[in-house]
């Protein structure tokens, strides 16, 4: 007993416990589900929402439009202003928490910048014909104080902008399939007991003027925001990588212990749709080691693969 007393005097401060954020129930939005509490949506001014939910859709805010439902489910038209709106889906005494990103519509690009914040210029034909390389419809605003908005329970808008220089307001893009791939490898990370709370973006969304001046490609899933770079970095939080591979290293094993895991996870058919690629790649003088993760909806896997 006494030794069992001991033990527990030397456990380091007990990580909290990891709560997926999961929904008791799930909610589709335009043919994607979303299991979660809270989830942000992205939208063009005026756009009409196709929602099913096994509850009840309402508007968070009296001024703005109803949701409306029929045999078909419900549907909603998004204001016609850019902004942040919230709508509730709710069913017993449990909800869905929409945070609905109203786009500035990309018309605003004037000489390649929106208000004063340099965009660039995309390309003007999509990859090979493929929707998803198509030049974004809109831009999510991002200001000092929405910072802080949940896109998914362990994300924020915060934390995926261009690294550009340049002030607020900031213009990024970014898909819902992304945050779910994200949200899901962070709840499998947890799994497989290493406690985060939430995922290191190194790099989300690029601006084409940046992706140029680093010379990466001009047709990168980043500049479509369906790219992030990412580490762990829980403990220490020193902004490195975690040992996530336990072998008393930081390195490339520790990029291709997340490849490993979330290779396990999307290959589950029901993730069919969040299909993508994945790079490894090693600490350089600028960075440390790193995942790249996609949901381009084509496997792809490059850099140091285990
Ligand atoms: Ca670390
Ligand atoms: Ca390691």
Redesign the pocket.
Known sequence: MIIAVSWLAVQPTIATSFESGRAEFAVTVNDLEIPYSVFALFVLPGELLSLEADGSVVSADASQSAPEQSALGWRWRAPGSPGIYRLDVTRGGHRIALNVFVLVPRDRVRNERLNDYLIGTYPSEPLNGNPLYEQPDGFIELTEANADTQLSPHFRLGQFPSKQSGGYPKYLVLREQLLLKLELLLEALNNDGRTAETLTIMSGYRTPFYNAAIRNVPYSRHVYGGAADI?????????????LSRDGR?DYRDAQYLLRLADTLFRDADYVELRGGMGVYRRNAAHGPFLHIDARQLRARWGELP
Do not use: A, F, L
């Open positions: 580490y762990v970095d829980e403990s220490p939080r020193d902004g490195d990588m975690d040992d930081i």
